[in-house]
């Protein structure tokens, strides 16, 4: 039986991010733990927890160490955590969630502060591709995640004008090729997905096509690395996006890893 563990903190955010859990939990046919870092447990949270039906486990220590620790075991498939004001934490070195979610080795859901009630059901997913390796393996790992239940996937795909393929005077007809010849190349694992496409800058557009698609969730595979002149889109979704995300790191599969000097490392 897999797990997903919902890390819940002394704040408002605790009741979105159990549901949300519960909504990822159902996602890859899992249960859901209640966890609580601290030497003395808030009432709310405890309160959180058992208006959730879960229960809840406290531990103390260091943070970051513990949820690490805490994701280590195999049946552990995915942590999911709030990030209140996240504008304001992407630019803070000391915040939990994004120390934490450079150095997970399992895949971590945030749940912006936006999302004040939860998403109990999630039926419909944004995924980024690039075109590269490392997008296109995240989306494998999406769908080997959810095959236990029954969800759309919606394809993100952001030409530079640089890069723009050229298209003759049948507009229409090769635009739809491309299209399918595009998803077929990238998206072997999920034939029913779709594909929407802009021109333009990634970070820029992903968020419209977030707003215009509905979905209940947007995915994105990363490599973990939040420098400067890094993970745009990331960055963006994590400031923005009024609905959770889902981070796949690079480590999960080895097709995840790029070769050198494929790609721009600014862009995922």
Do not use: Y
Not at 111 to 127: K, T
Not at 212 to 225: E, M, N, R
Request: net charge negative.
């Amino acid at each position: 039986m897999t797990k997903v563990l919902a890390a819940i903190t002394n704040d408002s955010l605790a009741p979105a991010v159990l549901a949300t859990a519960r909504a990822i939990a159902q996602l890859c046919s899992g249960t859901v733990e209640a966890l609580h870092v601290s030497e003395d447990p808030d009432a709310a949270v405890a309160e959180a927890a058992r208006g959730a039906g879960m229960t809840l486990h406290t531990t103390a220590g260091e943070p970051v160490d513990v949820l690490v620790r805490a994701t280590l075991t195999d049946e552990v498939t995915a942590i999911v955590l709030g990030v209140p004001d996240v504008a304001r934490a992407t630019r803070r070195a000391d915040s939990t969630a994004l120390q934490l979610i450079t150095v997970l080795e399992k895949p971590a859901v945030l749940v912006p502060q936006e999302v004040a009630a939860g998403h109990e059901v999630i039926s419909r997913i944004l995924v980024p591709l690039d075109g590269r390796a490392a997008s296109a393996a995240a989306l494998d790992e999406l769908v080997r995640f959810t095959a236990g239940a029954t969800v759309e996937i919606v394809v993100a795909h952001v030409h530079e004008e640089r890069a723009l393929p050229a298209f003759s005077n049948h507009l229409a007809h090769e635009v739809r090729s491309w299209s399918e010849e595009f998803l077929a190349r990238n998206c072997p694992a999920a034939p029913n997905a779709t594909l929407e496409s802009r021109v333009g800058e990634p970070h820029e557009h992903v968020l419209e096509i977030l707003l215009h698609s509905g979905c209940d969730l947007v995915a994105l595979g990363w490599s973990q690395d939040l420098a400067a002149g890094h993970a745009a889109v990331v960055r963006r979704m994590l400031a923005d996006s009024p609905v959770p995300v889902l981070l796949i790191p690079a480590s999960r599969s080895p097709a995840l890893s790029p070769p050198p000097g494929d790609g721009d490392p600014r862009r995922v």
